[in-house]
């Protein structure tokens, strides 16, 4: 599985966009991008996925660059409830397996 | 819509104690995963069952460690005897096919003194 690399930390205003970037320049054309979060002492939450195209949800929108070798989530208005752990992760299609990385930890200002 | 449910959510016991974790997948969901979390090492899957099934286990860190599933909507993971090293949270997650998302449990936060 490809690795991914994020920055470990993050800050955003309240009510502002928030953009979390994740390299994975070593993906393959079978694997796909994956988001979790992971707020204080509960369980990885699934935020959004996607190939190549460019994804939405009511979470999130994320950005798949041209070449595949970069994403970008985006929350669109940052509350102080999105302050967590974001995880990006790349999995090949057909599998099972995760690869938890550490993940950016993304603090929300008031 | 209940999510996956594990119990307990905190357990504290004595080293040499035997420790059982358990899990509810969502209901209709085929695949099943146990994970530890721990500062060192982060996530990392322990255990996979497809239709009650382990099909990988080389996640599980020693013989100590023992998982079941006897049927669809429950799940037990077992540390006998537990030590302090195996101090992490626990998480169960399941999927309504193999490649399909995987949807997480709140976790069972284990400390073993």
């Known amino acids: 599985d490809a690795k991914t690399t994020q920055p470990p930390s993050m800050d955003c205003a309240e009510g502002r966009a928030a953009n979390l970037p994740c390299n994975h320049s070593t993906i393959s054309g079978n694997e796909y991008v994956y988001w979790y979060r992971q707020i204080h002492s509960q369980g990885p939450q699934y935020i959004i996925h996607?190939?190549?195209n460019n994804e939405t949800n009511e979470m999130a929108s994320l950005i798949i660059t041209e070449d595949r070798k970069s994403s970008t989530l985006i929350l669109p208005h940052a509350t102080l409830r999105d302050t967590a752990v974001y995880y990006c992760i790349v999995r090949t299609s057909g599998t099972y397996k995760y690869i938890f990385g550490t993940g950016t930890r993304l603090k929300v200002l008031a | 819509d209940a999510g996956v449910i594990q119990s307990p959510r905190h357990e504290v016991t004595e080293m040499g104690q035997e420790v059982t974790l358990r899990c509810k997948p969502i209901s209709g969901h085929n695949s099943l995963f146990w994970y530890r979390q721990t500062m060192m090492r982060g996530l990392e899957l322990l255990i996979y069952f497809n239709n009650n099934v382990p099909i990988d286990d080389s996640g599980m860190p020693e013989d100590r460690f023992s998982a079941k599933m006897p049927n669809a909507s429950f799940s037990t993971l077992k540390i006998q005897p537990s030590e302090p090293r195996d101090s992490a949270v626990y998480f169960c997650?399941?999927?309504?096919?193999?490649?399909?998302?995987?949807?997480f449990g709140p976790g069972t936060r284990l400390l073993v003194l």
């Open positions: 996607g190939l190549k």
């Open positions: 997650a399941s999927s309504y096919w193999t490649e399909e998302t995987q949807y």
